[in-house]
């Protein structure tokens, strides 16, 4: 068990130096290039009215109900 968690330690490790070592040495992209792909530059979107069927509460909610009835029915 020991050698199984310094071997995890080590490739974690080796991981993130190797991780920080290609970060520093590669180029950052253009903010135009990460348009889309980065929440922080992308626009965000407007909001509208959804229809009481594609609301997420309302799908949640049929999920939640229909496990409880399996769960009763299967007990």
């Not at 509208?48 to 029915?73: C, E, M, R, T």
Request: proline share 7%; with cysteine; glycine share 2%.
């Amino acid at each position: 068990m020991a050698e199984d968690m310094y071997r995890a330690l080590w490739s974690w490790l080796t991981c993130v130096i190797v991780t920080i070592v290609v970060s520093y040495m590669t180029k950052p992209r253009p903010v135009a290039e990460l348009e889309g792909l980065v929440y922080g530059v992308s626009p965000l979107p407007e909001e509208h009215d959804d229809h009481w069927y594609q609301k997420p509460i309302v799908w949640a909610s049929i999920v939640a109900v229909l496990f409880v009835v399996l769960n009763i029915i299967f007990w």
